[in-house]
């Protein structure tokens, strides 16, 4: 049997347990209480550096030939054949086709047996002249038939020249029956087929023929961007870059020919050209192309990737990393944005780490890890 001695040590000890029980279950929950720290933030850093930044304007254009060429017909007669094929490139001087030349050739034998029967009229004509020279001073011819003679042989003579014109007429006709190609370039499609009759003032023509090489674009740029490229041009060639509509393929890179000498004032924008060599045939007549032009250089400016520049309500900030992995917001001061960098006229200095990505679970003060 348990005696009352030991029961009062048990009822004792059972009270005690129960107390610290209770003590514990209603103390302020120290460890647990004191709120975790947040979990840092994953996210991807890079420095603020110095660098050299093109400085780009862009505008849409469209690509334009050359030198384009209809080819039409400069006499009149039957279309006798056709010396090309659609699309190939020709030569300058190349011949293309060929109208009947038979009618022409007839005029030009004409005109040159014109000017030999007028030939042997003016030696007979001369001859006679002389003969009149010898016999005026003894009387034996007046002194009219030796002028009406002398105009005899001056009209003669006035109409070789006539016929030599003629002559030169009737070759230049001939040869325009031979159509040759102007230029270098890649033909179209035939407008008209051999065997049909052609006319001088036909203005449809026979094939449209376009220098592909080197090629020319026309574009737009905004008037304010007028002044730096005036002093890009002043300075020596500026480069130009041919892309692609999606921006994503470079076409050609190219020179900036001229610029247009007036300002559209229903657009404020001003029209330029630049050519480009156009080696593989990328650029194609009529195609659309953003067009990019080198107005300078920005050397030893300050840059940061463009993913880091945020926009608040006051304006591009962005999240700069502390020495303790803490964050803080720095408002900037934009400059020149080129390709994936953006420059920074103020707000950060050189070899600062800024965050560039998951910005949005940011805050100041905001704990973040870099992966």
């Known amino acids: 049997m348990i005696n009352r001695s030991t029961r009062l040590w048990l009822a004792a000890a059972v009270a005690l347990g129960i107390g610290a029980i209770i003590w514990y279950t209603h103390q302020p929950a120290s460890a647990a209480a004191t709120a975790a720290e947040p979990e840092a933030v994953p996210v991807h850093t890079a420095l603020a550096v110095r660098s050299t930044v093109p400085v780009y304007f862009e505008g849409l254009g469209t690509v334009q030939g050359f030198n384009t060429v209809t080819i039409t017909a400069r006499v009149d007669g039957e279309l006798q054949q056709v010396d090309f094929s659609e699309g190939e490139h020709v030569s300058k001087g190349q011949l293309l086709a060929q109208i009947d030349p038979r009618p022409f050739r007839a005029a030009l034998e004409q005109a040159e047996a014109t000017q030999a029967k007028d030939a042997a009229q003016l030696a007979s004509a001369k001859a006679d002249l002389a003969r009149y020279l010898v016999l005026a001073p003894q009387h034996l011819t007046s002194q009219q038939t030796l002028d009406d003679q002398r105009a005899t042989v001056a009209q003669i003579d006035a109409q070789l020249r006539i016929d030599a014109a003629v002559i030169d007429n009737a070759h230049t006709?001939?040869?325009?029956?031979?159509?040759?190609?102007?230029?270098?370039?890649?033909?179209?499609?035939?407008l008209i087929d051999a065997g049909n009759n052609v006319r001088a003032s036909d203005t449809g023509g026979i094939v449209v023929i376009t220098q592909m090489q080197p090629i020319s674009a026309v574009f737009t740029l905004p008037e304010a961007d007028l002044l730096q490229v005036n002093q890009a041009l002043a300075a020596g060639t500026v480069s130009v870059t041919a892309l692609s509509q999606d921006g994503k393929s470079v076409l050609d890179t190219g020179k900036l020919a001229v610029v247009d000498n007036q300002i559209d004032p229903t657009t404020g924008t001003m029209r330029l050209k630049a050519t480009f060599p156009n080696p593989r045939e990328t650029m194609w007549p009529g195609e659309f192309v953003n067009v990019?032009?080198?107005?300078?250089?920005?050397?030893?400016?300050?840059?940061?990737?463009?993913?880091?520049?945020?926009?608040?309500?006051?304006?591009?900030?962005?999240?700069?990393?502390?020495?303790?992995?803490?964050?803080?917001?720095?408002?900037?001061?934009?400059?020149q944005q080129s390709g994936d960098r953006t420059v920074i006229d103020s707000g950060v200095a050189p070899g600062e780490r800024v965050v560039t990505s998951n910005q949005f679970h940011l805050q100041p003060g905001a704990r973040v890890r870099s992966s």
């Not at 006709?173 to 035939?190: E, F, H, M, V």
């Open 173 to 190: 006709q001939l040869a325009y029956t031979r159509i040759t190609s102007p230029i270098d370039g890649r033909t179209g499609i035939r």
């Open 292 to 335: 990019r032009v080198l107005a300078s250089q920005q050397r030893g400016v300050v840059t940061l990737p463009s993913e880091a520049v945020q926009e608040g309500p006051d304006g591009p900030f962005t999240y700069v990393v502390k020495a303790d992995s803490t964050v803080e917001v720095r408002p900037l001061k934009l400059g």
